[in-house]
Nanobody, 127 residues
Framework: QVQLVESGGGLVQAGDSLRLSCVVSGRTFSRSAMGWFRQAPGKERECVAAITWSSGDTLYTDSVKGRFTIYRDNVKRTVYLQMNSLKPADTAVYYC????????????????????WGQGTQVTVSS
């Protein structure tokens, strides 16, 4: 059984920073990838950032490049999303997800490639 538990969301003002954490428990997958997705009200869920567990290759959606950083701690089995210069448009429920099989870098943003999901954490950015 694999569980993903997110934390770190909250209410902040535009320009502030937050760091989201996602702790992975249960079975490990050596060729896996982790992703952070978000879903705003009335919008489809989108991939914000993703990272391959072994090599650390990363991918970001254009709207967060230069502001968000995804990184992992293999010992703690935790993936982080450091979010700086937050904007009201970043308001959403953020989910972490784990893909148990190998994904090429170009496909890291595909929601269908991920097998396990966390419960989500709300991020609200006020103007």
């Amino acid at each position: 059984q694999v569980q993903l538990v997110e934390s770190g969301g909250g209410l902040v003002q535009a320009g502030d920073s937050l760091r989201l954490s996602c702790v992975v428990s249960g079975r490990t997958f050596s060729r896996s990838a982790m992703g952070w997705f978000r879903q705003a009200p009335g919008k489809e869920r989108e991939c914000v950032a993703a990272i391959t567990w072994s090599s650390g290759d990363t991918l970001y959606t254009d709207s967060v490049k230069g502001r968000f950083t995804i990184y992992r701690d293999n010992v703690k089995r935790t993936v982080y999303l450091q979010m700086n210069s937050l904007k009201p448009a970043d308001t959403a429920v953020y989910y972490c997800a784990l893909a148990s099989t190998y994904i090429t870098l170009g496909r890291l943003s595909l929601e269908s490639k991920y097998d396990y999901w966390g419960q989500g954490t709300q991020v609200t950015v006020s103007s």
